[in-house]
C-alpha cells in the first residue's frame, strides 16, 4: 500500500525526472562534440553546430586515423589498459585475501593493514617518484605507466571488506575438501566477488585510459599514450603530434580536430561500460560497509 500512495508516486515522479535531467546533461555536451567533429570546417569554426552536424563530413577522423602517430598512441594506450587492469586486480586480490582473515588465522595482519593504510595518508611526491622510476630504468617504457600505481590502496580496502562478509563456513567446507588457500581463493572466493571485481576493474580501466600525466613525464613523445596526445591536441593546440601537413591544418578546423581526438578518446571507456553495468550497481556497495 506504501508504494500506491499519492506521495510515493509524486516522489518516484519527482525523483526520475531530476535522473532524467541529470542524464540529458551529462550526455548533452558528448553529442554537441560529435556533432562537431562531423562538421566542416566552416561550421566548426564559425561555432554554428550545436547537437546535429552541418555540412556532414569525415574529412577529421580520416585524418586522424591516417595518422601513424596517433595510433601508435591508441595501441600504447590499449596496451597500458589492460596489463595495467589485470595487474592491478591481480595484486588488489592477492593483497586482500589474507587481510580478510582475523587476527588468530593470519598473524601480524593488523601491521600489515596499517601499512597499507599509511601509503594512503603520506605520500613521498612527485620528484621522489620521478627519481625512482628513473633510478630504476623503467623510464620510457611501458612499466613506468603500470607500476607505480600497481596496488591501489583504496580498491584493496573495498575487496577485503567484501572478502570479509563472504560466509567462513564455505571456505572450511573447501579446506575440509582439501584445498590450499589459493585453490580456495580461485574457485569459491572469486566466483562470488564478480560484482566487486568488475565493478573495481573498471575503476582501474578508467584511471588508466584517463591518466596524462606520468605518461607527459616518463614518456618520450613517440611513445606517450593517447591521453597524453590528446591532452597536448587540446590544452596546446599542437596539431603536429598527428602528422598533419600544413595544407591539412588550413582546411581542417582545429576545433573539429579537437572534438575528434576527445571522442575518440572516450570511446573505448563508453564501449565497455555497458558490458560491465549489471555488475556496476551491486558492486558499488558491496564491501562498501562492513559491519
Known amino acids: 500500500m506504501y508504494y500506491k500512495s499519492p506521495g510515493y508516486r509524486a516522489f518516484a515522479f519527482a525523483n526520475t525526472g531530476l535522473l532524467l535531467a541529470i542524464s540529458i546533461a551529462c550526455v548533452l555536451p558528448l553529442v554537441h562534440v560529435v556533432a562537431v567533429s562531423l562538421s566542416s570546417s566552416a561550421a566548426a569554426t564559425g561555432n554554428l553546430v550545436s547537437l546535429w552536424p552541418i555540412g556532414f563530413t569525415l574529412d577529421n577522423y580520416a585524418k586522424t586515423f591516417g595518422s601513424s602517430q596517433f595510433l601508435q598512441a591508441l595501441w600504447i594506450s590499449v596496451l ?32 600489515y593493514s596499517w601499512f597499507f593504510v599509511a601509503t594512503i595518508l603520506f605520500n613521498g611526491g612527485l620528484i621522489p617518484a620521478y627519481i625512482v622510476v628513473v ?3 623503467i623510464n620510457n617504457t611501458l612499466l613506468a605507466l603500470i607500476l607505480p600505481g ?13 572478502f570479509r562478509g ?14 590450499s588457500h589459493l585453490r580456495t581463493l580461485i574457485n569459491v572466493y572469486l566466483p562470488i566477488s564478480m560484482p566487486s571485481i568488475a565493478t573495481l576493474s573498471l575503476f582501474s580501466m578508467v584511471g588508466h585510459w584517463n591518466s596524462w600525466f606520468d605518461g607527459l613525464i616518463y614518456m618520450e613523445a613517440a611513445k606517450q599514450p593517447l591521453a597524453t596526445m590528446v591532452q597536448a591536441l ?23 580536430l579537437r572534438s575528434t581526438q576527445i571522442f575518440l578518446g572516450a570511446l573505448p571507456i563508453l564501449v565497455v561500460y555497458p558490458f560491465l553495468q549489471k555488475y556496476f550497481v551491486k558492486g558499488m556497495t558491496l564491501g562498501a560497509v562492513k559491519e
Request: charged residues 20%.
Open 135 to 137: 633510478k630504476t630504468g
Open 150 to 162: 600497481a596496488v591501489a590502496v583504496f580498491n584493496v580496502v573495498l575487496m577485503m571488506n567484501f
Open 80 to 111: 597500458r589498459t589492460t596489463l595495467g587492469t589485470l595487474l592491478s586486480m591481480a595484486l588488489c586480490v592477492l593483497a586482500a585475501y589474507p587481510m580478510s582473515k582475523a587476527d588468530e588465522k593470519f598473524k601480524g595482519r593488523s601491521l
Open 234 to 256: 587540446v590544452a596546446n593546440l599542437d596539431l603536429t603530434r598527428i602528422n598533419l601537413n600544413p595544407e591539412d591544418i588550413k582546411n581542417l578546423s582545429q576545433r573539429g
Open 166 to 179: 563472504i560466509p567462513a563456513e564455505l571456505e572450511e567446507a573447501s579446506q575440509i575438501d582439501g584445498a
